[in-house]
Every structure is written in structure tokens, then in C-alpha cells.
């Protein structure tokens, strides 16, 4: 047999579950998949973003050319979907921040910058800078 002591390794720290709302909404994952989809529908917002334009809006500048025909229903389907965007990025923000009170963290740069476009977005749009 030997000699040599055995090292004894500290136990690893178990995961716990969540016991609170406010535990759920301040977990790592939380933050980091609501950030996920944030960016993703920031995407489709940027791919949307035609429908509102110049040519939807007041005709691609062709003799005749009018404004598209379902042109108030683009404008609807693009505001819905800048408010959920604007929803889900408040929402990625307010739990990295919660977290970032916690665990003292870095400040979520990224995601409070994407917020910060999508409101200017929102502000472009209701102001009808988009049309232009």
C-alpha cells in the first residue's frame, strides 16, 4: 500500500433550482436566451424594414408607380413587431441587469446598445422618418 496522502478534492457546487420568479428571471440562461431572441428578432425587424420604406410607402419613383396596396398592413405588421422586439430587449436588459446587481457582473454593452437602435427605430417610425 502507499503512503502518500490522498488529496481530497472539494465537492463541486450543485446547481440549484430557482425557487422564486425573480430567481428564474435573474438566472444566467434566462438573460443570455432572452438576449437570443432579442437579437434574432432585431434581425427580422432589419429584414422587415422594406415594407415601411421609401417605395412601399409612396411609390418606387416609376411613372404610375402608387403606394403598395397593402401598405397599412405592413405599417401594423411592422409596428407589432417592433413593439415585441422592444419588449423582449427590455426584458433581456432587465434580467442581465438584475444579475449583474447580484453577481456584479459587466454591464450588458451589446444588449442595451441593440435596445437603444430599436428605440430610435421606433422613434424614426412614428415620426414617418422611414418614408422619406
Not at 22 to 34: D, I, N, R
Not at 76 to 105: H, P, Y
Request: charged share 10%; aromatic share 6%; hydrophobic share 50%.
Amino acid at each position: 500500500m502507499s503512503s502518500a496522502p490522498k488529496s481530497r478534492k472539494a465537492p463541486l457546487p450543485q446547481a440549484t433550482e430557482p425557487s422564486s420568479p425573480a430567481e428564474l428571471y435573474a438566472a444566467p440562461l434566462t438573460g443570455q436566451v432572452l438576449a437570443v431572441v432579442f437579437g434574432l428578432l432585431f434581425l427580422f425587424q432589419c429584414m422587415i424594414l422594406p415594407l415601411v420604406g421609401k417605395a412601399a410607402m409612396g411609390g418606387s419613383g416609376s411613372p404610375g408607380a402608387t403606394t403598395a396596396e397593402w401598405a397599412g398592413q405592413n405599417a401594423r405588421f411592422f409596428l407589432v413587431m417592433l413593439l415585441l422586439t422592444l419588449l423582449t430587449g427590455g426584458a433581456a436588459l432587465g434580467s442581465k441587469l438584475l444579475r449583474r446587481r447580484r453577481d456584479g457582473g459587466p454591464f450588458p454593452t451589446m444588449t442595451a446598445a441593440l435596445l437603444g437602435l430599436t428605440v430610435a427605430l421606433l422613434l424614426a417610425f412614428a415620426a414617418g422618418l422611414l418614408k422619406l
